[in-house]
Each structure stands twice: as structure tokens, then as C-alpha cells.
């Protein structure tokens, strides 16, 4: 898998591709190369000429974006490199086309291996793994990077796994430049962030923060602990939202110690219950309310619920020695 110098960026590689390359290692953006469709464009397989595989992001944009200001977003995150991050390879300007260039990861997203009918269950020791770099992907996103980056759009199809089933959160820094590409044409439409995920003081104010990803990052742990997706229509009247459904149990969960009222029924109570427990409470600090009572993602990773478990797995400590 290709990735660029941790410390250049993208001008220390091959940063900037041509149109008719793009169009070549996608087999001309054919249908059988497309691995989806998101609220930013659409995402190929390509093959670039020296074998690299690559994921090519063809984006929606509304009017010309200027070179400078594309570019100048795109090596803010091009210099954005993390073992829990997916890599930005280069970007293609050509005309008005804007497209960028990541590193493939052949094994999907969370949601397709959480949601998708007769896919083999997700065991619990991959959940608590998954969880814990899509947390720290994003803590450093927050806190480390400067400038900092708001993910703006943080879900389970936005959570890519390589084949040993490490997290790698996908599309930071997108919603930034959508923005800007919207800004040129004097009129932006477009909604941040993905019903279901959303925090609720996004629809008062408008705004997205930190505390707004720690909200839809607290979703896609209630998906890792019960299996159900963010909104399903299939469910009951007035069940169709996960964490709506979810916030009685939470309470139930926490104070009786009964886990099952939330857990995935699918694991069968294949799960460590301690590591249960700490997630949930996790999950039900990062859905307050309030943005300002939600954790900040370095501490949601200190939790003893997510990275700190895999540690005393590691050192095969006992659970009542985790704080």
C-alpha cells in the first residue's frame, strides 16, 4: 500500500496526476471500477501504471473552484498522516473536474460489515478493535493536527478496514472543501453530516465543532454495541432512531449492569462484559445532549472503554484491574 513521507506531505511523491491518467487506471470511471457514491462524489478503483492501488474521488462540485484555494485545502490534507487515517496519494485539476486520489483498502467499510444481510457477524474483539482507531484517528484529526480538522461527517461508511480489520476513518477534511468549492458559486445547499449522525445542536445553530464529531462518533459506537443501523425504517414506530431508541437502555444498561437490554443480539452474549460495560458508557457520554458535557476524543480513547482494553488484552491482565 503507497503512502507519502510522514513529514512532506504530498510534495515529497507523485502529488498531481493528469485527467487521462485518472481515466486510465479506472478504465475510464466505468461502472464495474465504481465502489460508491457518497455526498461528495463518487469513488473509483484505479490501478495507476506502476501497479499502485488506488481509490479515485471524483468531486460534485457546484462551480469553478480556484486552483490556489483547491489546492491550498488539499495540502492541508495531504500532510495529514496517521496509522488510523486514510491517506490522500494526490488530486487531478482538469477543466472542472477536482478529483482526489487516496490509497485503496480492500476490505470495506464498518457499515458494510455491520449492516449488509448475510455477511458473517462481526465478533466483539473486532468491534472493541475497530472502535479503537476509528477514536484515536479522530482524536488526532482534533488535537494534533494544525490546523485542526473538523470531520464533519463521521459514520460507519466513512470508516474504511484494511485486511487485519484496522480502522482507518476515511473523507476528513472533505465537508471544508466542499464548502469552499460551494462558496464560489455564492450559494452553498449543502447539508454537513448524514441524517442519523447528526448532533442536535447542529439543526439549531447551524454549526459543526468538535463536540458535533464526538456526538456521531458516540452513533457509531451504539452501531459496534447493537447491531442496528442509525436510522431504520423497518423498525417500530417511533424505534426507527438508534439513539433515541438507545438513550432509555443506556440509562437501564448503566445502572442495573444489564447489558443485554443493548447489546447485539447477533454475538449471542459473546463479549467480554466489562468491555461492554465501558463501552456503553462511552457511547452515552458522546450522545449528551449537551455538546459541552460530551468528552473530547483523546478522552473517549482514555476511557478504559476502547484502546485501553486492547492493552490489557495485550498484557493479559485481568478486567478488574482496568480503571
Known amino acids: 500500500m503507497y503512502s507519502p513521507s510522514e513529514a512532506g506531505g504530498l510534495n515529497n511523491s507523485k502529488s498531481w496526476f493528469t485527467y487521462d491518467e ?4 479506472t478504465n475510464g470511471f466505468s461502472k464495474q471500477n465504481l465502489l460508491g457514491e457518497g455526498g461528495f462524489g463518487c469513488v473509483y478503483k484505479g490501478v495507476l501504471v506502476d501497479g499502485r492501488e488506488v481509490a479515485v474521488k471524483q468531486l460534485k462540485i457546484g462551480g469553478s473552484q480556484g486552483e490556489r484555494e483547491f489546492r491550498a485545502e488539499v495540502d492541508i490534507i495531504s500532510r ?10 494526490g488530486y487531478c485539476i482538469s477543466d472542472h473536474q477536482r478529483l482526489l486520489v487516496y490509497d485503496y483498502l480492500p476490505n470495506d467499510t464498518l457499515h458494510f460489515h455491520l449492516h449488509t444481510e448475510g455477511r458473517p457477524v462481526m ?6 478493535k475497530v472502535a479503537a482507531g476509528a477514536a484515536r484517528g479522530l482524536a488526532y484529526l482534533h488535537e494534533d493536527c494544525h490546523p485542526r480538522i473538523i470531520h464533519r461527517d463521521i459514520k460507519s461508511s466513512n470508516i474504511l ?10 473523507d476528513f477534511g472533505l465537508a471544508k472543501l466542499a464548502l469552499e468549492l460551494d462558496s464560489n458559486t455564492h450559494v452553498s445547499t449543502r447539508v454537513m453530516g448524514t441524517f442519523g449522525y447528526m448532533a442536535p445542536e447542529y439543526a439549531q445553530s447551524g454549526k459543526l465543532t468538535e463536540k458535533s464529531d464526538v456526538y456521531s462518533f458516540g452513533v ?24 433515541e431508541w438507545a438513550r432509555p437502555r443506556l440509562t437501564e444498561a448503566l445502572d442495573n449492569e444489564d447489558l443485554d437490554v443493548l447489546s447485539d443480539p447477533r454475538l449471542e452474549k459473546n463479549y467480554v ?9 462511552a457511547a452515552a457520554a458522546c450522545v449528551r445532549h449537551s455538546g459541552i458535557k460530551r468528552p473530547r476524543m483523546s478522552q473517549v480513547t482514555n476511557l478504559g472503554t476502547i484502546s485501553n482494553t486492547i492493552l490489557v488484552r495485550m498484557m493479559m491482565q485481568s478486567d478488574d484491574h482496568v480503571e
Open 220 to 243: 457509531v459506537l451504539l452501531e459496534l454495541i447493537t447491531g442496528r443501523k442509525p436510522v431504520d425504517p423497518s423498525q417500530p414506530l417511533g424505534d426507527e432512531s438508534l439513539v
Open 80 to 89: 495529514v498522516h496517521h496509522r488510523y487515517l486514510v491517506s490522500l496519494v
Open 161 to 170: 478496514l484494511d485486511d487485519n480489520f484496522d480502522a482507518r476513518v476515511a
Open 273 to 281: 462484559p466489562g468491555e461492554m460495560f465501558r463501552m456503553i458508557e
Open 22 to 25: 485518472l481515466l486510465q487506471a
Open 123 to 128: 465478533d466483539w474483539a473486532t468491534r472493541i
